[in-house]
């Protein structure tokens, strides 16, 4: 079974055991030769120190130059390692999933700034986990010099330049940083600019506390923050920080839909790529503009290959994968960070520039389901009948259904999109326990 799902490697943090972790340092030496060098960085979760450290002990062992800097956002890793001469980085997170995950995504270099990691790449890695016949003898552990202090000042001066000239006085922000890899950043760029900032969730040690009940994923603390201390605004990221949502003054979500709409105005870009996750109101409004439309399926790593190959500029997950022109990925903070400029610079409020698409009520219902299921959902003729009667039902409430397999976890998420809520709700619930028994 391939173990590179939709944004790299993903499982229970006990899974990643020593030789498995070889085995990566293995994959990526037989893919690039043994005189190459790997950059070490991760999350905040508690299972990232130790398996930091182990696979710096997998590079002793190869003889493979490393460096490790400990916790750095996972757009300031990739754009750190390709700064600091490293020919790649293995980036040691879960994203928004709980503490008791983890993960690894691996990145390379490309013509101007780091890439994920190619099919090539991975096919490589994948080969030396399959390989039945592997042998790791760990060496002992050396000291090394730790770069995390370089490589947070360099990420910084990074956001700085691309923000360029700004003034943020007069705004007041609440910022949840989901106890994750944002936090050794946290407000100090937003204050260099004049704003005013409220922080929660703002553990940057190794902890047990990143993305439980908040960040990106879970709204309600910031929502809160912000109506009860009359904030302009509110911004929330994920685990390793890649992806930022915010909240209106009254608390109402603003997604990356929302975020690339009014950014590529902001821009004065004519075209946007987005996934097919997309709702049905930035559909309409990009149509209404005259605004190109490229969609692709899910995963910041398809919004970037169409925005390369078809020279687009801006694009963007409805999860809050924001990729900015100039980008190879999603930045939360640096997507935080234009999103301040742009309330800023226009005088508008977050509300009135998010107001820009008229967004189509969606439900997205998840299910459980085992890699059996989700192989049954693409194969059984019964599973696609029951895929089209629902479509045809949708029609009556101008609405679309998307249904696909997690790429991260164990569920088929049931997306509806339709200008009826409460028709939508009833379909949605109704396709789960009709999929499931059909599964």
């Not at 085995?23 to 690039?32: M, S, T």
């Not at 690894?104 to 096919?123: D, N």
Request: charged share 20%; hydrophobic share 40%.
């Amino acid at each position: 079974m391939h173990k590179f799902g939709t944004d790299g490697i993903r499982s229970k943090a006990e899974d990643f055991t020593p030789d498995f972790l070889a085995r990566i340092i293995k994959g990526l030496i037989n893919y690039a030769g043994d005189n190459i060098k790997i950059f070490l960085a991760g999350d905040t979760r508690e299972s990232t120190e130790w398996i930091l450290q182990d696979l710096a002990i997998a590079c002793e062992t190869f003889g493979i130059e490393y460096g490790v800097a400990g916790v750095i956002p996972t757009p300031g890793i990739n754009y750190c390692f390709y700064e600091m001469g490293f020919d790649f980085a293995i980036d040691v997170t879960a994203s928004h999933n709980p503490y008791t995950d983890n993960g690894i995504k691996v990145f390379e270099r490309g013509p101007s700034q780091g890439t994920k990691l190619c099919e090539q790449g991975r096919a490589s890695i994948e080969a030396v986990l399959a390989d039945t016949n592997f042998l790791y003898q760990p060496a002992s552990p050396t000291d090394r010099e730790n770069l995390h202090a370089e490589a947070l000042d360099l990420y910084i001066q990074h956001l700085t330049d691309y923000i360029g000239q700004t003034d943020f006085t007069g705004l007041h922000i609440g910022m949840d940083c989901a106890n994750g890899a944002t936090s050794v950043i946290n407000k100090t760029i937003f204050e260099k600019f004049g704003a005013k900032v409220e922080l929660i969730n703002c553990q940057s040690d190794y902890n047990t506390e990143i993305n439980r009940d908040c960040g990106s994923t879970h709204l309600a603390q910031l929502q809160n923050l912000v109506t009860e201390n009359h904030l302009d605004f509110g911004v929330a990221f994920d685990g390793d920080g890649d992806r930022c949502l915010a909240v209106d003054a009254e608390g109402n979500e603003v997604d990356g839909d929302e975020m690339l709409a009014f950014l590529s105005q902001y821009f004065k870009l004519d075209a946007i790529v987005t996934t097919v996750m997309a709702n049905q109101g930035l559909l309409n409004w990009a149509k209404d503009s005259h605004i190109h439309t490229e969609i692709t399926a899910v995963g910041d790593p398809n919004v970037v290959a169409a925005m390369l190959s078809q020279n687009i500029k801006i694009g963007s997950e409805q999860n809050g994968h924001v990729i900015l022109p100039g980008l190879t990925s999603g930045d939360g903070m640096l997507t935080a960070l234009m999103t301040t400029k742009a309330v800023a610079e226009s005088n508008k409020s977050l509300k009135e520039l998010a107001s820009i698409i008229t967004k189509f009520p969606q439900i997205i219902v998840n299910m459980t389901a085992t890699p059996e299921q989700k192989q049954a959902l693409k194969e059984k003729d019964a599973a696609k009948q029951l895929l089209l009667e629902y479509s045809q039902k949708l029609e009556s409430v101008s609405g679309r259904l998307l249904v696909r397999p997690s790429g991260t976890e164990n569920l088929i998420r049931i997306t509806m999109w339709g200008d009826n809520a409460e028709i939508i709700n009833q379909l949605a619930n109704e396709l789960k326990t009709k999929l499931g028994e059909v599964l």
